[in-house]
């Protein structure tokens, strides 16, 4: 089956990716995933793993979910490669929430650093109080981050376009300077995060695996390949909705979306607020897992990096967030000689997949409303 | 005679400078088909516009069963049973058949969060449902269509977008259906084809009314009970087909603009 063998495969490429130390190896892995992926478009491969997971989707979500799992249980003895694991879910879990704005609802959105930020920011303030459990916490950090964007929404319901784009760009440095001229923020020093806790569990603890030695951040890989699983469940269920249909319908054509009825006005609040909550949590995940931020971490750059996971991979598509995720995340940390380079280099991959694949890597397909039913009558 | 249907009030629409719709008053009868005809820029579609309240009158009134509509806005007018095509085909080129004339059923759909997102049994309920009515719909227009409910609207030519946008604005069971030039782009039979189907629409439900503007006078002549001439966004002419044919200021205008 041809679809379990690309999340098979893409599963032993991630441990491959994660592992590879010198630069000539990853450059070889590149070219490796460059050429199975022309040979798979040449010899008709593509079209098989897509009818596949037209047919059996849920299967082939679960069996990702596992190998996932899998490969994160394999690496759990490297900090490295799990803080990197966990990393991609947690920018792929932020960049959900831009694709619902984005992708969906065609809102453009310039400040998702700072309502990631935000989520971070509360984890760190709420974490030092020590009042309410941290699995309560992240979702605080969604709703903060919701809170800050309301001011927001009077333009990204009025205007289109550029206008709202300029907006939210303002936004992200007020945001920026506010953290940086805050005292009780930390200033520019930023401020330190208590871990994640579970009741009796505290993630700063490395768990121990059947006698082995890991690292702490399995719990925070753990936790948050969870959290994906979950917000790509829910992002599914909100394409497949009437809701998802009519945030297409608002990006596509607002004046005929109006004369069917369609509350323009609702259906941009409703996906402008929910991807910022979704924002909030990854943040806050993220700050905990980091457990230190500081405003330098949360700048305009870092919200291009987000809104070019979304480009990327495709408007609207989960599995190219995933791709492109990864991408992001981990090239310039393995090719330690692009750090410097990092976003010149991911302008120019934007601009290339513009010009030559404008829609993403892994492009979204129609929508399935029915994904668990063979398709027919 | 029973009260009208729809009854335009001496409105008025300007912009900036153009009179696009100058003191135009008219009324429709329930059931009727009415054709709107007039030269290129003689205030056609800006009568649709703002009947469906895409824009707001600059000056007048606009009652629909005896309410008034001033003003409202797109989608209170969709609520009250007004639906319509548009001139330049506005579907969503990237999404599927079934989707776009889904989307001219909001009024019946679950809007809330919850039933959308967490407890979905009601929803594949309704999706079951409104797929099924707009198969059947599509079937009414082309039995070929039919089969091909999942393709994306941009891959089909303008005849089918054309069927799929009426589709799309007869779904929700409407009690006034605008058509904006619905054969532009089609051949003479093509057109014909179409008008029968949509009659044949019509005739399943329970009094639909019509307001036709076409540039085609077979179809005009064939379909409709009476007839509206405007030119330069006044009122000319009215009356039957043959009627306003007739009519010298009618032929003036005609000969005038082309
Ligand atoms: N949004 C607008 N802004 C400015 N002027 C407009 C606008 N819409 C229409 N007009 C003007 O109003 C007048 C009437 O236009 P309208 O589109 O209603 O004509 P029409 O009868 O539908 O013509 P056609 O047969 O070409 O479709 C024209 O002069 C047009 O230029
Ligand atoms: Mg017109």
Not at chain 1, 17 to 31: D, I, P, R
Not at chain 1, 265 to 282: C, D, E, P
Not at chain 1, 312 to 327: E, F, K, M, N
Request: proline share 4%; charged share 15%.
């Amino acid at each position: 089956m041809a679809g379990a063998l690309v999340v098979l495969g893409a599963g032993h490429y991630g441990w491959a990716l994660l592992m590879a130390e010198e630069t000539w190896q990853v450059v070889g892995l590149l070219a490796l995933a460059g050429m199975a992926t022309i040979a798979a478009y040449k010899t008709g491969f593509v079209r098989r793993v897509e009818r596949d997971w037209a047919e059996a989707e849920p299967q082939l979500n679960r069996l990702a979910f596992a190998v996932l799992i899998g490969l994160i249980l394999v690496l759990a003895g490297s900090h490295f490669a799990l803080l990197m694991i966990s990393t991609v879910l947690l920018y792929f879990i932020a960049s959900l929430g831009l694709n619902i704005q984005f992708g969906f609802t065609g809102l453009v959105n310039f400040a998702g650093a700072a309502f990631f930020g935000a989520g971070a920011y509360t984890a760190a303030v709420l974490g030092a109080q020590a009042l309410i459990p941290p699995l309560l916490i992240l979702i605080a950090g969604g709703i903060v981050a919701m809170a800050i964007s309301l001011p927001l929404l009077v333009p990204i319901v009025r205007t289109t376009g550029h206008y709202a784009a300029v907006v939210t760009i303002a936004f992200g440095v007020l945001f920026r300077t506010f953290l940086e001229v805050n005292e009780i923020l930390g200033g520019p020093q930023g401020l330190m995060v208590e871990s994640m806790k579970l009741p009796g569990w505290d993630f700063y603890n490395a768990p121990n695996l059947f006698g082995f030695e890991t690292s702490f951040y399995l719990n925070y890989a753990l936790m948050a390949a969870g959290l994906a699983a979950l917000v790509f469940a829910l992002f599914r269920r909100l394409e497949r909705s009437w809701i998802g249909l009519h945030m297409d319908a608002v990006r596509l054509d607002e004046t005929a979306a109006a004369c069917f009825g369609i509350s323009v006005r609702k259906t941009k609040i409703l996906a402008f607020l929910l991807g910022n909550l979704i924002l909030g949590v990854s943040g806050a995940l993220y700050g905990m897992m980091i457990s230190f931020i500081a405003p330098a971490s949360f700048t305009f750059s870092d919200s291009l990096l987000l809104v070019s996971i979304v480009l990327l991979g495709g408007l609207g598509s989960p599995w190219g967030g995933v791709v492109a995720a990864t991408i992001v995340v981990l090239l310039p940390e393995k090719l330690q000689l692009l750090q410097e380079y990092r976003f010149l280099l991911f302008s120019i991959l934007v601009i290339l997949v513009l010009l030559f694949r404008p829609e993403g890597l892994l492009p979204r397909h129609l929508r399935n409303f029915f994904p668990n039913r063979r398709t027919g009558a | 005679m029973s009260e009208p249907l729809l009854e335009f009030r001496n409105v008025v629409k300007r912009f900036g400078g153009v009179t696009a719709l100058d003191d135009f008053s008219m009324t429709l009868a329930p059931r009727e088909i009415l054709g709107l005809i007039g030269p290129n820029g003689s205030g056609k579609t800006t009568s649709f516009n703002v009947l469906t309240g895409i824009y707001g009158p600059s000056a007048g009134q606009v009652m629909f069963e005896g309410r008034d509509i001033t003003g409202a806005d797109p989608r209170a007018v969709y609520e009250a049973g007004i639906v319509r095509t548009f001139q330049r085909s506005r579907l969503c080129l990237s999404l599927s058949i079934y989707d776009n004339i889904m989307i001219g059923d909001t009024a019946r759909l679950t809007r809330g969060l919850w039933s959308n997102l967490i407890s979905r049994r009601g929803l594949e309920k309704q999706l079951d449902m409104t797929r099924r009515t707009a198969r059947d719909l599509v079937a009414t227009f082309s039995a070929e269509l039919a089969d091909r409910m999942d393709a994306p609207v941009g891959s089909l030519p303008m005849i089918e977008r054309r069927r799929i946008e009426i589709c799309r604005a007869l779904i929700s069971g409407p009690r006034l259906l605008l058509l904006d030039e619905p054969s532009a782009g089609m051949t003479h039979d093509e057109t014909h084809q179409l008008m029968d189907d949509i009659l044949a629409v019509r005739a399943r439900g329970e009094g639909l009314s019509i307001i036709i503007v076409e540039h085609e006078m077979g179809v005009i002549e064939r379909i409709t009970d009476r007839c509206i001439v405007l030119s330069y966004g006044r009122k000319i002419a009215e009356g039957t087909y043959a009627e306003v044919a007739a009519d010298s200021e009618v032929q003036n205008a005609y000969l005038g603009a082309d």
